[in-house]
């Protein structure tokens, strides 16, 4: 057996090079200096921690997607607290007294990225003068669309209309839209949120497993829109686990939480388009004994104008699939 080495290994004849790396910048100004604790200010120019989903936009050339230059879109799922906020051993984490600076620093690792990259020779690189690259965070304004936004459910004392939110979290596998949109999923969005004091579950947090302890990282403590006690805050999960559309072409776009794709701990919105330009997106629920799930849009696609395709994730059908013992099954609306 090959010894363990911390490295990547390719079969001969390949080669493997960091594209980006946490901490890059994504813009004329400095990476981050890792001999330093992550800021909040750095960290929003700089790439996120934890790359999971991905996907390639490529730009048109002489009528054709090109395969040398294109956007790359990526998701920073999650943080490790203690290397965003230079705490050794990372064990005592647990016991630092944080201060809402550290607990801005580690949200901001989280997100999307938006980059361009370029091949030059052999080689990918990443434009970091790209008016296309940006960072959407765990701050980051969002809107809430579709057949949950403004319900009672959705409000909060900072958002009475329950149609914006902060930021997006936890953001696992992807998915893209035939109109040249990206999907980030958020997955388990329960741990960030905590309770400082006596803590009731109500039925529809067991369901999710929101608790007073969260996954430990502890932004609850100086972070009001993560206490389940703050006042006027007991809807703020509610405002997570959505399918969340971004374009990346429109630097100045804000990202929107499509509510009609359901809310759960999503893995993944793949889409098919049928001969006939039906369009459905696939989503899995990632927790323990759950569903799989499709949305089919009520619409067809509009090949000739796209913009007539950019509110399709607003109106549709959800479905869940009921699989029998023999293996068949039927998907119920």
């Known amino acids: 057996i090959a010894p ?3 490295a990547v290994t390719v079969p001969s004849g390949y080669t ?3 594209l980006v790396a946490w901490g890059d910048s994504l813009t004329p100004e400095p990476h981050w200096d890792p001999a330093l604790p992550m800021d909040e200010a750095t960290q929003n120019h700089c790439y996120g921690a934890h790359t999971d989903g991905m996907h390639f936009f490529p730009f048109t050339v002489a009528g054709a997607p090109s395969s040398e230059r294109g956007l790359l879109v990526t998701n920073s799922e999650y943080c490790d607290p203690p290397l965003v906020n230079g705490i050794k051993p990372s064990s005592t984490y647990a016991t630092t007294a944080l201060t809402l600076d550290m607990v801005r620093a580690q949200q901001a690792a989280h997100g999307v990225n938006i980059l361009e990259v370029q091949k030059h020779g052999s080689t990918w690189v990443v434009n970091r003068y790209s008016p296309y690259n940006r960072r959407i965070t765990g701050n980051t304004r969002c809107r809430i669309s579709g057949p949950a936004a403004g319900h009672d459910l959705m409000k909060t004392a900072a958002d009475p209309t329950g149609t914006e939110v902060l930021g997006t979290l936890n953001n696992c596998a992807h998915g893209y839209t035939p109109w ?6 958020e997955e388990n969005w329960n741990g960030y949120f905590g309770a400082n004091g006596a803590f009731t579950q109500t039925p529809l947090e067991r369901r999710y497993g929101i608790t007073a302890s969260g996954f430990g990282y502890r932004w609850h403590e100086v972070d009001p829109r ?5 006042p006027g805050n007991r809807n703020e999960p509610n405002r997570f686990g959505w399918v969340v559309e971004i374009d990346p072409w429109d630097p100045n776009s804000t990202p929107v939480k499509r509510t009609a794709l359901g809310r759960f701990k999503h893995e993944g919105a793949q ?3 049928d001969r006939n330009d039906n369009v459905a997106f696939y989503m899995g629920d990632d927790e323990r004994n759950d569903y799989v799930y499709k949305f089919v849009c ?7 104008n796209q913009a007539n395709n950019r509110d399709m994730l607003d109106h549709g059908t959800l479905y869940v699939a009921r699989f029998n013992a023999d293996g068949t099954g039927v998907w119920l609306p």
Do not use: E, I, P, S
């Open 180 to 185: 040249g949109t990206y999907l980030t999923c």
């Open 16 to 18: 493997a090079r960091v």
């Open 271 to 273: 889409v098919v388009v």
């Open 226 to 230: 993560f206490d389940l006690n703050a």
């Open 298 to 304: 009520a619409r067809k696609l509009d090949r000739k």
């Open 4 to 6: 363990m080495t911390d």
